[in-house]
């Protein structure tokens, strides 16, 4: 009788750690494992320092950060945030809320095409949205000085995560 209670709390257990089942939003996140060595040089323009991170759960999503600094001049850096949902409707709502609040601050958001299922640029950050995940990518003006080609350069940031998650 004790052998059958415990069948399901064994087969859980083997699922849970198995890897079994599909990935949830829930898993935890390394936002900083995110890009190579290489592809930060490329968009810092530069050897960086060590990254600064860090990943939390909320209530409904996972989110995580990451800070690379160049190595000789701390103005220089590449920033993102990474937003997982736990379900699709809330990817939804964040990605319809997005250029509401820019519209209520007087504030333009420039539509970006072919990244994800919808893109945006505040001419300071890039924003992405694919499946249940949005991305947020900075640059600083001391990395590229001209908007478009900062623009540009948190694309190329912003792919090379993309193809990662």
């Known amino acids: 009788m004790r052998f059958r209670a415990a069948i399901p709390i064994v087969v859980s257990l083997v699922i849970a750690c198995s890897g079994i089942g599909p990935v949830s939003a829930a898993e935890p996140l390394d936002p900083c494992a995110m890009l190579s060595a290489a592809e930060v040089e490329k968009a810092l323009g530069g050897p960086a320092a060590e990254p600064r991170g860090n990943a939390t759960e909320r209530r409904g999503s996972v989110h995580g950060s990451c800070t690379y600094l160049s190595a000789g001049d701390p103005l220089r850096f590449v920033g993102y945030t990474i937003t997982r949902w ?39 950050s890039l924003f992405v949205f694919e499946g249940d995940a949005q ?26 995560i993309l193809g990662k998650l």
Do not use: C, H, Q
Not at 92 to 110: I, N
Not at 146 to 153: I, L, P, Y
């Open 135 to 160: 991305l947020s990518v900075s640059l600083s003006n001391a990395v590229i000085a001209d908007a478009e080609a900062r623009r540009a350069r948190a694309r190329d940031v912003a792919k090379a």
């Open 86 to 124: 736990k379900e699709a409707k809330a990817a939804e709502s964040a990605r319809a809320a997005l250029p509401r609040g820019y519209e209520k601050r007087g504030m333009k958001l420039t539509v970006v095409d072919g990244l994800g299922s919808a893109a945006f640029w505040d001419g300071s």
